[in-house]
């Protein structure tokens, strides 16, 4: 039978339903009726069009551009590609030149006061070396080393112990720093300025020992040198400034820490970052003030020239070892008791035991015995850090150290 469908258009009977009423009609009851197609099919694929638009418009700006900044961001080896993963999306060019521009400006204005574990001479995060950067020192920083007089450094060189004796980490870092990639020419680039003063070069004539009873006043003077000629200093107060003091007791510039305590730090350096030997767990007057301890100046020359083979090829014939001062009625013409007696103790306790080997003096060639030795005993001084345990390293000797409460270069790093 035939099958009458209502359109969009009206026969004029009232029986039979408008364009607003659309019913088909089947004169077989067991037919299903059909819906008409012609007025809804516009809408429906008007809306269709409409979300596909929409996904192609999605697809194009959102998800192909970040998929290609994810590529492109893996693709970059190393810290670099990391970083430029995680600043990518945050800001455009020009925003990012604006807010470097206001950060820069903010850092000009601020007073900033540095904290001793966010700066580094070394470089920690990698143990590999390159011919340009013999040393890892880190490339995020740079520092101007002033150009001082003569009479501040280079003139006491000509003593050949200025640079090679215990107190001679003050020439070893002005070398470093002279040839270093973080060395800038321009101070107005520079985060950190460097004061290279040789305050330990001056030897006394009876003792041969160096003589710090001038250091104040000479690193006072390279002070009033520099802040009359650049205004760096007295823009910051000197907080930006770096000083060496590889002395017994830092920058209190003395031998005996009850002088030491009694002098302090002198007022002028107590704002500026301090590079010293010293230091202990407790608080202490003379590391009251932003520093980073180092280790003691051994001369690396000196060390190779003894070691002919590795240091664990070497014949361990000596169980423990010490050459040096070691006073048996330890009494000071300054009255005080030389290294706290310990030393004093050692030698009496074990100088008759054929496994110590025990002097009480140096000789020029005592590395050879430290190539001998398994422990090298390290007591204490008048301070309580010794070169003798950065040499017993060196020469495969176990650093044997006595010393209360001592604090020990690079010991918060976590290899």
Known sequence: MHRVSVVLKSNGHREIPSYSSFTSFSKNKHEAPVASHSYWEKPRYLVLGICILFSVFALCFFILPASMEFTVGNSEPGHQGLLRKNLRGLQTEETTNALSEEIGEESKNKEWRLKPDHFTLFNTSSLLTTPFNPLNLTNGIRIYVYDLPAKFNEDWLADERCSNHLFAAEVAIHKVLMTSPIRTLDPCEADFFFIPVYVS???TPKTGFPWLGQ??????AAVNHVSTRMEFWNRSGGRDHIFVASHDYGACFHTLETEAIAHGIPEFMRK??????????????????????????????????????????QKRNIFAFFRGKMEINPKNVSGLVYSRGVRTV????????RRFLLKRHRTDNYQLEMLRSTFCLCPVGWA????RIVEAVVHGCVPVIIADNISLPYSHIRL
């Open 272 to 313: 500026s970052l301090i590079l010293q030997t010293f230091g202990v767990q407790d608080f202490h007057p003379c590391q009251a003030a932003e520093h980073i301890q180092i280790p003691p100046y051994v001369s690396p020359s000196v060390a190779a020239s003894y070691i002919k083979d590795p240091p664990e090829r």
């Open 346 to 353: 050692l030698y009496k306790k074990f100088s008759h035991n």
């Open 201 to 203: 070069c001056k030897f």
């Open 384 to 387: 309580p850090w010794s070169p």
């Open 215 to 220: 250091a104040r006043k000479f690193m006072e």
